[in-house]
Nanobody
Framework: VQLQASGGGLVQAGGSLRLSCVASGRTFSSYAMGWFRQGPGKEREFVAA????????YYADSVKGRFTISRDSAKNTVYLQMNSLKPEDTAVYYC?????????????????????WGQGTEVTVSS
């Protein structure tokens, strides 16, 4: 699976962005997907995950209520809608895919669970 993330940019605090991650391959619907981010001088951290069927999601506390992860299997794409952005959301955002085998409702939350990673898209939130 190859992943291509896009949609990052510069936005003012309080604004919104939608990130997209397009996956290659015909088995996209069998992969749980996630978003991670790495801010300046920080380690990569979990942001959100969605199960392979798409009905189950999980969020980091820091983004809960502001970010929404979704997927469109027809387009082999996972999205991250980011609202009410804060300067501390500034980071490079990465999408990732977790190979099947853990069930259709599972939402992986650990970096080590993901096998495939996109190249990252940069988000900068100005105050």
């Amino acid at each position: 699976v190859q992943l291509q993330a896009s949609g990052g940019g510069l936005v003012q605090a309080g604004g919104s962005l939608r990130l997209s991650c397009v996956a290659s391959g015909r088995t996209f619907s069998s992969y749980a997907m996630g978003w991670f981010r790495q801010g300046p001088g920080k380690e990569r951290e979990f942001v959100a995950a969605i199960s392979s069927l798409g009905g189950n999601t999980y969020y980091a506390d820091s983004v809960k209520g502001r970010f929404t992860i979704s997927r469109d299997s027809a387009k082999n794409t996972v999205y991250l809608q980011m609202n009410s952005l804060k300067p501390e959301d500034t980071a490079v955002y990465y999408c990732a895919a977790d190979p099947p085998g853990k069930g259709s409702y599972y939402q992986p939350r650990q970096r080590s669970e993901y096998e495939y990673w996109g190249q990252g898209t940069e988000v900068t939130v100005s105050s």
